[in-house]
């Protein structure tokens, strides 16, 4: 099979999905899932429910709370003694 375990594998499934894993910590588990019927099923699982997820939750933020997030975000920099950037 591959130098990682299945358990290995299905922590980072999420990650692995998304792309966000390092380019040699993906290769492994995408060397493990060409050889392991379970975890490519797992995989297939994820990938598909955050395809369904995505395509469900499509909705615009609202301006009104994108302006209240700015200004909390501005009010907690002139807190900190940071400047935006």
């Known amino acids: 099979m591959s130098e990682i375990s299945c358990e290995e594998v299905l922590a980072d499934i999420e990650h692995f999905l998304h792309g966000e894993l390092p380019p040699e910590r993906a290769a ?3 060397r493990h899932l060409d050889g392991c019927h379970p975890c490519l099923d797992h995989a297939e ?5 955050w395809e369904i997820i ?8 609202p301006e009104h709370l994108l302006s209240r997030i700015r200004e909390a975000l501005l009010a907690a920099e002139r807190e900190a003694g940071t400047s935006p950037s």
């Open 45 to 49: 699982f994820q990938r598909r429910l």
């Open 28 to 30: 492994h588990l995408a």
């Open 54 to 61: 995505r395509r469900k939750c499509r909705t615009e933020t």
